[in-house]
Nanobody, 115 residues
Framework: QVQLVESGGGLVQPGGSLRLSCAAS????????MGWYRQAPGKQRELVAL???????NYADSVKGRFTISRDNAKNTVYLQMNSLKPEDTAVYYC?????????WGQGTQVTVSS
């Protein structure tokens, strides 16, 4: 049974930081591309950051220079370090594991950026 469990969300003030974690089980983690997506109320789910099995990364333009995705294959965990957070970063953040179009999703974690 595949499980992706996100943690680390919460309420933070503008300019603050959070680190999200996603622990995977039931998959051969190191061969999967891992991504973080987010969905704000009334908007479509969008890709925030992606890290491939080889370690290469991609970021949405809106988060470049502020967010960093990383993975620890020994711990089957992917992270999203989020700095300089803005109110427009408020959303439910989802972890995704993908290999050749076969994907799995976590349940999501809420991130709220507000003063």
């Amino acid at each position: 049974q595949v499980q992706l469990v996100e943690s680390g969300g919460g309420l933070v003030q503008p300019g603050g930081s959070l680190r999200l974690s996603c622990a995977a089980s039931g998959i051969l983690f190191n061969i999967y591309a891992m991504g973080w997506y987010r969905q704000a109320p009334g908007k479509q789910r969008e890709l925030v950051a992606l890290i491939r099995s080889g370690g290469s990364t991609n970021y949405a333009d809106s988060v470049k220079g502020r967010f960093t995705i990383s993975r620890d294959n020994a711990k089957n965990t992917v992270y999203l370090q989020m700095n300089s957070l803005k109110p427009e970063d408020t959303a439910v953040y989802y972890c995704n594991a993908d290999r050749y179009g076969m994907g799995y999703w976590g349940q999501g974690t809420q991130v709220t950026v507000s003063s």
